[in-house]
């Protein structure tokens, strides 16, 4: 069941979800077969972090604010999606499918560079 839709002015305020390393870790493992060193980003209202694998490459995983309504997340899911395909060239974050289907928490990025 998904969480009740906050208005957008509140969710603003909401502190981003809390999660700990071993729980992201875990997270990161079962969805997208990956693993490595964990770094915390900034963010307004999503949980985002940077995981470096032993092999170097790179990957950001955002993980949206509970209360952020669904329809937000699969429009920046599209926006990014539009990109990858209109204009390859740019130095934005590439989605990566996950290797279970979970429905809009199916996809996370790869870093640029």
Do not use: C, W
Not at 9 to 14: G, K, T
Not at 70 to 89: C, E, I, M, N, Y
């Amino acid at each position: 069941m998904q969480p009740a839709s906050a208005p957008q002015s509140d969710l603003l305020s909401l502190p981003p979800p809390d999660l700990g390393d071993e729980d992201i870790a875990a997270l990161a493992f079962e969805h997208y077969r990956l693993a490595g060193r964990l770094s915390r980003l900034t963010s307004e209202r999503d949980l985002n972090v940077r995981l470096t694998t032993a092999e170097g490459d790179s990957f950001v995983l955002k993980l949206s604010h509970p209360a952020e309504p669904p329809a937000t997340t699969a429009f920046q899911t599209r926006a990014l999606q539009h990109v990858a395909r209109r204009a390859p060239g740019l130095p934005v974050p590439r989605l990566v499918a996950t290797s279970i289907s979970v429905g809009s928490g199916s996809t996370g990025s790869r870093a640029p560079g």
